[in-house]
């Protein structure tokens, strides 16, 4: 059974930090990228952050640079989200996913654009920063 349980969302005050999780089980870990995902009311999903579990490539948007951390435990099939000086327009509920990714293929921004399919999806956590 393949499963993405996320946690770590919350509430925090604008400049504040949070550490999202994504405990993944049901397949290889380390044949799979995993990606972080959010979706505010009335926005368009966006990519945050993607990670390489094979050789440790990671992607971040442009909105997250220098502010968000991405990172991967193989032997614990974890991969966690480490989010920094918080803003309010980081408010959203925050999702990780998994795809299957082929040898030859290379991590890229286009994993974070909305036509990129991943296979699995967790159930999000909603992360909310006040001003």
């Known amino acids: 059974e393949v499963q993405l349980v996320e946690s770590g969302g919350g509430l925090v005050q604008a400049g504040g930090s949070l550490r999202l999780s994504c405990a993944a089980s049901?397949?290889?870990?380390?044949?799979?990228?995993i990606g972080w995902f959010r979706q505010a009311p009335g926005k368009e999903r966006e990519g945050v952050s993607c990670?390489?579990?094979?050789?440790?490539?990671?992607v971040y948007a442009d909105s997250v640079k220098g502010r968000f951390t991405i990172s991967s435990d193989n032997a614990k099939n974890t991969v966690r989200l480490q989010m920094n000086s918080l803003k309010p327009e980081d408010t959203a509920v925050y999702y990780c996913?998994?795809?299957?990714?082929?040898?030859?293929?290379?991590?890229?921004?286009?994993?974070?654009?909305?036509?990129?399919?991943?296979?699995?999806w967790g159930q999000g956590t909603q992360v909310t920063v006040s001003s």
């Open positions: 996913a998994a795809v299957l990714l082929a040898d030859w293929e290379v991590l890229t921004s286009s994993h974070l654009a909305p036509s990129y399919e991943y296979d699995y």
């Open positions: 049901g397949f290889t870990f380390d044949d799979y990228a």
């Open positions: 990670i390489s579990n094979s050789d440790g490539v990671t």
